[in-house]
């Protein structure tokens, strides 16, 4: 079936250290990849996304590249900082005839020291 | 401002009270969903709907009730509620239920059933 794996948490990081969270997923099809973030006391909001393989989303400093040979979609940032500190969720969604489909990772919390 | 809405945002019940958690959205978005979070388990869809009257099971649908009377307001009803229902919940919504889709998200509510 489908599903996503992505890497456990916690992650703590000190200020400007680089950053890689891990997710793969499987799927049949292609589907549109996704990384929702959730900051304490708030909903998930959208990060960034790739509709087709070899696509870079980017926002925030924030990158990550869609792989379909691998079936990855890597969250990178080069320097994060204190305000980045929350919770990023890797989200394949496919389409299907009647509706998409979203499968939402377990979540890695991240907390970065000043 | 365009925003999911969602009341209550804490709720403290009782198992087998009936309660009723509202969404709201001001996008005029087609598709509306529920969520549930739980530690390590990520989200996990409880109903969606495709459109006014039409709504169907998502993953985790044992317990719940949806309506989807009109365009904006997708309300979860907990018939009777019980103590592993204690959960973070959420609301969604997207302009289609196509694969390409953002998600925006409500705030949350939490519910803690005694």
């Known amino acids: 079936g489908n599903s996503v794996t992505q890497m456990e948490g916690p992650v703590t990081l000190s200020e400007e250290a680089f950053l890689t969270i891990n997710c793969t997923y499987t799927a049949t099809g292609y589907p549109s990849l996704f990384w929702y973030v959730q900051y304490p006391g708030e909903g998930l909001q959208l990060l960034l996304k790739?509709?087709?393989?070899?696509d870079k989303g980017s926002n925030k400093g924030f990158e990550a590249t869609y792989r379909k040979e691998t079936t990855s979609f890597h969250l990178e940032k080069g320097s994060v900082q204190v305000s980045d500190s929350a919770v990023y969720f890797c989200a394949p969604h496919r389409s299907y005839s009647s509706a998409s489909k979203i499968i939402f990772g377990s979540g890695t919390r991240l907390s970065i020291r000043p | 401002e365009a925003q999911v809405t969602q009341n209550p945002r804490y709720l403290i019940t009782v198992t087998g009270k009936k309660l009723t958690v509202t969404c709201s959205q001001n996008?005029?978005?087609?598709?509306m969903s529920w969520y549930r979070q739980d530690p390590g388990l990520g989200l996990r869809q409880i109903y969606y709907s495709m459109n006014v009257e039409v709504t169907d099971k998502g993953d985790v649908p044992e317990g719940y009730k949806v309506s989807r009377k009109e365009k904006r307001n997708f309300p979860l009803i907990l018939e009777s509620p019980s103590p592993n229902q204690t959960s973070l919940y959420f609301c969604a919504s997207s302009f289609l239920a196509t694969a390409v889709e953002t998600q925006y998200f409500g705030p949350g509510t939490r519910l803690l059933v005694l």
């Open positions: 790739a509709t087709k393989a070899d």
């Open positions: 996008m005029n978005h087609e598709y």
